[in-house]
């Protein structure tokens, strides 16, 4: 069993560990490739980023979801990224901090779903953008 006190180590060791899986993933990994060069650069944002958020440090100090509005995300990329944090959570960190962490990541992906996907397309899915007038 993992040890139950949440450390900037487990916080290491889930970002290290999520990135792992995302970069071998079929769907997230080209994405990543094309838009990261300095990878421990990278490490150290998205460190910072959780320790903020699940440690309650100053070290994050940007805003996440500007980034991400450059990318080519389609919905489908959400499912699978939480899957990989999940399960990279329940394998790395405390037992009692996994499901926040987890809740965290699920609250991002609604955000950046809802500020990436504004619109409807003809079927009522969610789109990236404004339908044409009929
Ligand atoms: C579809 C799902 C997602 C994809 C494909 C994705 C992909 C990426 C990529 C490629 C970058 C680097 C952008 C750049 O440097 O130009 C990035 C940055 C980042 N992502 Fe995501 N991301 C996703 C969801 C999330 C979620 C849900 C979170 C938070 C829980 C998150 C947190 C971050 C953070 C903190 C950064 C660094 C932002 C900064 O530079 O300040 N991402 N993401």
């Known amino acids: 069993m993992s040890d139950p006190i949440l450390t900037e180590q487990h ?56 980034p991400h509005m450059r990318l080519p995300i389609e919905l489908e990329h959400f499912g699978r990224w939480l899957a990989l944090f999940t399960m990279t959570a329940e394998e790395v960190l405390p037992q009692q901090a996994a499901p926040l962490a987890i809740a965290k990541a699920r609250h991002m992906t609604e955000s950046f779903k809802a500020g990436l996907f504004p619109w409807k397309d003809a079927d009522g899915n969610p789109s990236r953008h404004m339908p044409k007038r009929p």
């Open 11 to 66: 916080i290491s060791d889930l970002v290290r560990g999520f990135y792992a899986r995302a970069r071998a993933d079929d769907l997230l990994g080209p994405m990543f490739a094309a838009a990261i060069d300095d990878w421990e650069g990278h490490f150290k944002i998205v460190e910072d980023f959780w320790s903020h958020a699940l440690l309650g440090t100053a070290r994050y100090r940007g805003t996440p979801f500007g």
